[in-house]
Every structure is written in structure tokens, then in C-alpha cells.
């Protein structure tokens, strides 16, 4: 067993009030501008780890919020990879692994993940859409209600994560704080997860 604790950060379209506006795409509102992930094998001990910065195409301007909770400016994604290519290095990085699994904190980034898989036309068969909710893990060993998701600092705290990762809000160090709560909450009957894209209310492009 192979489990990939993972996370993104999103850039989003934004009414810029100078220059080129970014216009919503419908089927994809978040856009995949940075990956972190990490490798664990069968016993959750670390293998290996990347951190991809993506150069966004669908709204190519980093909205402002997002560039003041991740430090990402456009500078910073000058040089960096398009989706599809840095797409073809996540799943390199992941292997082929018959049995690997996602880990992700929250439902958010799965189905972003997915969105964006079929936005861009990339080919899934080269990841898996097994996969494990860390949050809701997390939130049931601390007895949170259902109505309420605890933060994934908070739930780092919560469960006396001492390792310093860096700045919440970068995929890699987002993604190691997670691996860090998945090896306190994962249990034997840990159920995994087959992700499933919602109906289409209409095509991604018009």
C-alpha cells in the first residue's frame, strides 16, 4: 500500500479593476497553481515528497486573497510548468502502485483535482480516484460535530504535532502537517473512498 497525503493551493478568477479581467470558467472555478505531496508507504513512514509550482492558464492573474494567504505572486510563476506537464510529474511521483490511495484534508481539493483533470483533457487513468478524507478522520477522533470542520492548524495543535513544516498555506507544507495527523488518526478500518465527479449542469467550454 502506497498512500499519497496531498494538497493544492487554487488560484480563482478576479475582477481586476486594471488590465485583463479573469472571467470564471464554469466546471472549474479553482485553478491548480501549486502541488505538494507526499509519499508514505504501507507503514506511514515518509518516502519521498515534491512541491510543483503551476503557471496558470485559466485565470492567469493570482488573485489578490490568494496571493496574501499563500505569499504566491506571479512573479513566482514565470517559469514554472503548465498544468499538463506538471500533471504528468504528480503521477510519476506517485508510481504505479496498484493499491495507492489519496489523502487529502477536506473534500475541497479531491474534487478541485478532478475538475481540473478534466478541464485541461488530462488522462486520468494516470492517478486513482481511491482516496482518504484526513479531515473527517481527524474531526471524528476529536468528537467535533458533524456541523463543524476543524482547521487543519488547529488540528495539528489538537493532536500535538510538534514538527515545524513552515507557513500553513503551501501545498508541501500543508501536505506534511497532514501526513502528520493521518499517522494519529488512521485506523485499521480506515474506509477508502472512491471519488465520484458530480452531474455536469453544462460543458466546462461553451
Known amino acids: 500500500m502506497t498512500y499519497i497525503v496531498i494538497d493544492f493551493e487554487f488560484n480563482q478568477p478576479f475582477d481586476f479593476?486594471?488590465?485583463?479581467?479573469?472571467?470564471l470558467v464554469p466546471g472549474c472555478p479553482q485553478e491548480i497553481m501549486q502541488i505538494g505531496a507526499v509519499k508514505l508507504d504501507g507503514?506511514?513512514?515518509?518516502?519521498?515528497?515534491?512541491?510543483?509550482?503551476?503557471r496558470p492558464s485559466l485565470y492567469p492573474r493570482v488573485h489578490p486573497f490568494v496571493s496574501h494567504m499563500t505569499g504566491i505572486k506571479n512573479r513566482d510563476l514565470n517559469?514554472?510548468?503548465?498544468?499538463?506537464r506538471a500533471y504528468?510529474?504528480?503521477?510519476?511521483f506517485m508510481g504505479r502502485d496498484h493499491k495507492r490511495v489519496l489523502c487529502f484534508?477536506?473534500?475541497d481539493d479531491v474534487r478541485a483535482l478532478f475538475e481540473n483533470i478534466e478541464c485541461f483533457g488530462l488522462d486520468e487513468r494516470l492517478i486513482t480516484r481511491r482516496y482518504i478524507n484526513v479531515q473527517k478522520l481527524a474531526d471524528a477522533a476529536l468528537g467535533q460535530p458533524?456541523?463543524?470542520?476543524?482547521?487543519l492548524k488547529s488540528a495539528a495543535e489538537a493532536f500535538g504535532v510538534t514538527a515545524d513544516f513552515g507557513k500553513y498555506h503551501d501545498a508541501l507544507n500543508d501536505a506534511l502537517y497532514t501526513a502528520e495527523i493521518f499517522r494519529k488518526v488512521k485506523r485499521e478500518d480506515t474506509v477508502v473512498l472512491?471519488?465520484?465527479?458530480?452531474?455536469?449542469?453544462e460543458p466546462f467550454f461553451g
Not at 79 to 84: D, E, I, K, T, V
Not at 146 to 151: G, L, T
Request: no cysteine; glycine share 10%.
Open 17 to 23: 479593476p486594471k488590465g485583463t479581467k479573469t472571467v
Open 146 to 151: 458533524k456541523s463543524r470542520q476543524i482547521s
Open 79 to 84: 517559469g514554472a510548468w503548465g498544468l499538463p
Open 43 to 54: 507503514g506511514l513512514a515518509e518516502t519521498d515528497r515534491v512541491r510543483i509550482n503551476v
Open 88 to 92: 504528468r510529474r504528480l503521477a510519476a
Open 194 to 201: 472512491t471519488y465520484v465527479s458530480p452531474p455536469k449542469a
Open 105 to 107: 484534508w477536506g473534500p
